[in-house]
């Protein structure tokens, strides 16, 4: 979608009919671009309802994000600088390159200020671990990328992804979702589906300093057509909440809970590590003592019970041999079905 589309999408947000004629007026152009702009809109998957004599209205309500509320929500207690663009590819692609440009306006080899947050409507390529594909909707899915400035290293800042996971967690929980619970090493399943997932990606030297970019992605809406793609089962939130199409869930509410959470992990991960939010995390591990299989690179596997993770996030696994630890890196996890 083009720039006129998301504004067009922003008069629409509300759910009410607005005349084409209006919203020319509002977007200073012509009523044949404003047309353009609702078949980019349906496109993209929004139903737009169009009406002689009333206009365009979309099918059901969009809350839009917007810096300055999330801002307000967050008040004064977390350092984030945080911008929304409409689209991009990826979150953390665009916050990866500023950092590799240095900022707009500014010599390239300013740096990009600490805590700067970047979120978007719609991921045109967003991605997950393994560089899987995160598929969702224009405004039907939270996403964003945080970068956070360390001290440390690579070797310090082992867990990080699992500290991460239980922050999103803890978030979604206080915004009212229950019965989340945490997948080894980044996942976060609503029983047993994929409601959000985290992608990290370092920069720096091995001793540290180092620059970290968190990326997360929730679903929040998704269209039957959306969920088809995805190639594994997965939830959403207004599915959860059972949120009514007259009132649709908030997603600057989440976007400031998950910011304030995120601030609290991330200081008490720079000061104790891991280990400080280690029984939390197995607390909230749906695997936790159920049989699994690891399928490590190079198409080797491994089967044996989850026996939960150590101080430095390597999943413990009892096999026959005995019990083994395996870091995340190129490691898939799927549960195993107990023999009847």
Not at 137 to 143: D, F, K, S, Y
Request: charged share 20%; glycine share 10%; proline share 3%.
């Amino acid at each position: 979608m083009n720039a006129l589309a998301y504004n067009v999408l922003r008069l629409l947000s509300d759910g009410e009919f607005h005349s084409g004629a209006t919203m020319a007026h509002a977007a200073k152009v012509s009523r044949a671009s404003v047309w353009n702009a609702v078949q980019k809109i349906e496109a993209a998957g929004l139903d737009v309802f169009s009406v002689r004599g009333r206009g365009y209205r979309l099918e059901r309500p969009l809350v839009m994000l917007d810096a300055t509320l999330v801002s307000q929500l967050l008040g004064e207690t977390a350092p984030f600088t945080l911008e929304i663009v409409d689209e991009t590819d990826s979150t953390n692609t665009l916050l990866l390159r500023r950092m590799q440009a240095g900022v707009p306006g500014l010599s390239k080899t300013s740096e990009v200020p600490h805590a700067s947050v970047i979120a978007a409507e719609w991921q045109r390529a967003g991605r997950g671990r393994m560089n899987r594909p995160w598929h969702a909707a224009v405004g039907g899915a939270l996403t964003f990328s945080v970068l956070w400035r360390f001290s440390q290293g690579a070797a310090g800042l082992a867990g990080l992804s699992l500290a991460v996971g239980l922050a999103v967690v803890r978030a979604l929980e206080s915004v009212g979702v229950s019965g989340v619970g945490l997948k080894w090493p980044n996942d976060v399943l609503w029983r047993g589906r994929k409601i959000a997932g985290s992608l990290i990606e370092m920069q720096g030297d091995a001793l540290g300093p180092s620059a970290v970019v968190i990326g997360a992605g929730i679903n929040v809406r998704l269209p039957p057509a959306m969920g088809s793609r995805i190639d594994q089962a997965a939830a959403d939130l207004e599915t959860i909440l059972n949120t009514s199409s007259a009132h649709p869930f908030d997603r600057n509410q989440l976007l400031a809970a998950l910011l304030g959470e995120l601030n609290r992990v991330l200081m008490e991960f720079e000061r104790a590590g891991f280990k400080a939010f280690r029984d939390d995390w197995q607390r909230r591990h749906v695997h936790q003592g159920c049989p699994v299989r690891l399928t490590l690179s190079g198409g080797i596997s491994e089967t044996g019970l989850a026996r939960g993770v150590r101080g430095d996030g390597a999943l413990l696994l009892e096999t026959a041999h005995g019990v083994k630890s395996f870091h995340s890196g190129d490691v898939s996890l799927r549960a195993v079905r107990r023999s009847a």
